[in-house]
């Protein structure tokens, strides 16, 4: 009777050892990659819409100065919604203007898929829409109004929120939109 060798074929421990040791480099170098690319976007997002932010504020402050309503606090009507403008631009009037309201004239000038940072009940929620927004009014009757990720609702309750667009209308000739991305 003859005996049949059998050969064994495969990997030894050695080669797999080394094939997952090239995978880990390779993973070390490409995953800061991508995890780069998620900060882009929303670095790109913010400047978007900054950008369509300055263009609905020219547009607000042309359709202001033509009414002649481009000095001191008015009111006009754009894009069927009356808009409360301080020197022609856009501005939160009162503390006793709701956050809803902000957001309905928001989106006559800005269409932002947007909701007030209080719809948010919980913590645990997930969010609705991308963007939350945010108001505080100054003495002078100047306003700021926060647009933010809604991803990053947890952040802006532990006052980290560094990752958003501020508008500013102070009082002065021009509004001032400012984008916040240091921690993006």
Not at 10 to 30: C, D, M, P, S, Y
Not at 46 to 54: C, D, I, K, N
Not at 86 to 105: C, D, F, H, M, W
Request: charged share 25%; aromatic share 8%.
């Amino acid at each position: 009777m003859k005996k049949h060798k059998l050969v064994e074929s495969g990997f030894t421990l050695i080669e797999l050892v080394i094939v997952i040791i090239i995978l880990a480099v390779l993973a070390a170098v490409a995953i800061p990659k991508f995890v780069d690319l998620s900060t882009e976007s929303k670095v790109t997002t913010l400047e978007t819409v900054a950008g369509a932010m300055r263009s609905g504020l020219t547009l607000v402050h042309s359709k202001a100065a033509i009414q002649g309503k481009d000095k001191g606090l008015q009111e006009i009507d754009f894009n069927g919604t009356t808009l409360p403008v301080l020197n022609g631009y856009p501005t939160v009037v009162a503390r006793g203007t709701s956050q809803k309201e902000i957001n309905r004239q928001l989106k006559a000038w800005l269409y932002i898929d947007a909701v007030d940072s209080g719809t948010r009940k919980k913590e645990g929620d997930s969010p609705t829409t991308t963007f939350y927004t945010d108001k505080y009014t100054r003495p002078n009757n100047g306003s700021m109004i926060a647009i933010f990720f809604s991803e990053d609702y947890s952040r802006m309750n532990r006052g980290k929120l560094k990752c958003q667009i501020n508008y500013l209308n102070n009082g002065v000739d021009t509004a001032t939109v400012l984008i916040k991305m240091e921690e993006c």
